[in-house]
Structure formats: C-alpha cells, structure tokens
T-cell receptor
C-alpha cells in the first residue's frame, strides 16, 4: 500500500523557472514531512522538512507548502538552476515510529 | 555522510547464489535501515534494526534476511539471489531530533546486478 503518492515522475524546467513537485498522503497520523534530494550515484540527503502546525516553510530557494485538510504538501524550487537537477523524494513519518515512508520520486531536469 | 559506508559498492552475481551486503557506521547510532531503490517505486524499506540483535521486517522483506551482531554493522543477505533483486541498495541511520523531527542519513549505495 502506497501511503505517499508523488507526482510528477519526471519534470523538465527552464533555468530561472519554478519547479513544483506534489505529494499526497493517506495516513492522518503522519506528523513530519521531509524532502530528500538525490544526485546521480549518491544516497538521498535531507533537503528541507515541515511539521503540520505550519502551512509553509522556506529555506533559500526551496519552499514547502502544506495543506493539512487536503492531506497534500509540495516542494517549490524558485529560480531553478542546472545544479538543482536531481531526483527528489517526499516522505512522511509518525513521531516515535522511527521510520519514513517515501514517495516514488521525481526526476527533475533544469535546462540551461 | 554521517560516517556510513557500504560494501561492496558494485556487485554482479548469478541467480541462485547467496549475497551479503555490509553497512558500517562509525557513530553508534541505534537505528539502521536497508532500502532498495527501483525506478517508479522510490525507496522501499527491506528491514530495519533498533539495536544489536533487534531487527524487524519492512514492506519488501521477502527473500532478504539481516543481522546485527555489533552496533556499527548491519548486514543484508540475499539467501538465493533472483533477477528481481537487481537494484540499488541503500543503508541509512535514523536520528530523532527536537519537536518531532526525524531524519535519516543515507550511505552511498550498492548497485547489485543478478544475471
């Protein structure tokens, strides 16, 4: 059972544009939502995370938007750069469970 | 990289042979995980460990076993490798932070090909 659904599977954006990746979850017990970034040949690395008590979190060009009633959250990359080209995973966890459930991943390509 | 190493980094093996992948960490973290990554499926949890000799199954555990005899080492074994187990395998350690945060740090991965 896929508890976190991520879309799109792949995304191509022009340099300077906005990249948007969406995730939806089913389990209302989830209370922590991280995003991971993975470059080719490397393991995923934590990028940014949000808790459901806020609707938005921004770190530099990266922003998470969270909609608790819709059970959706999204990653926005402003002024996208070729160096942002990577695979992005959303994830969700329940406090104390010590496990993450990952989305299927989005391969992002930023064209120069 | 949170002091996580995986060995081997690449392996090609034949169907039916046993294979063991090793994950080693240097910081005495309690929680360790094995994932497999396949296109269209993201990262799927195989097994995890919450201490020495304490392990549990993940969502795709069939055909895999694990062992953790020391805090720093977590071994993943394919008892009889099949072509469906061709994948990239990642080890991770888990850290609970403040305000309900929970983070995992991943190793560099092992690319396994079963022919």
């Amino acid at each position: 059972q896929q508890q976190v659904k991520q879309s799109p599977q792949s995304l191509i954006v022009q340099k300077g544009g906005i990249s948007i990746i969406n995730c939806a979850y089913e389990n209302t017990a989830f209370d922590y939502f991280p995003w991971y970034q993975q470059f080719p040949g490397k393991g995923p690395a934590l990028l940014i995370a949000i808790r459901p008590d806020v609707s938005e979190k921004k770190e530099g060009r990266f922003t998470i938007s969270f909609n608790k009633s819709a059970k959706q959250f999204s990653l926005h990359i402003m002024d996208s750069q070729p160096g942002d080209s990577a695979t992005y995973f959303c994830a969700a966890s329940i406090w104390g469970a010590q496990k993450l459930v990952f989305g299927q991943g989005t391969r992002l390509t930023i064209n120069p | 990289d949170a002091g996580i190493t995986q060995s081997p980094r690449h392996k090609v093996t034949e169907t039916g042979t046993p294979v063991t992948l090793r994950c080693h960490q240097t910081e005495n973290h309690r929680y360790m995980y094995w994932y497999r990554q396949d296109p269209g499926h993201g990262l799927r949890l195989i097994h995890y460990s919450y201490g020495v000799k304490d392990t549990d199954k993940g969502e795709v555990s069939d055909g895999y076993s694990v062992s953790r005899s020391k805090t720093e080492d977590f071994l993943l074994t394919l008892e009889s490798a099949t072509s469906s187990q061709t994948s990239v395998y990642f080890c991770a350690i888990g850290l609970a932070g403040g305000r309900g945060s929970y983070e995992q740090y991943f190793g560099p991965g092992t690319r396994l090909t079963v022919t």
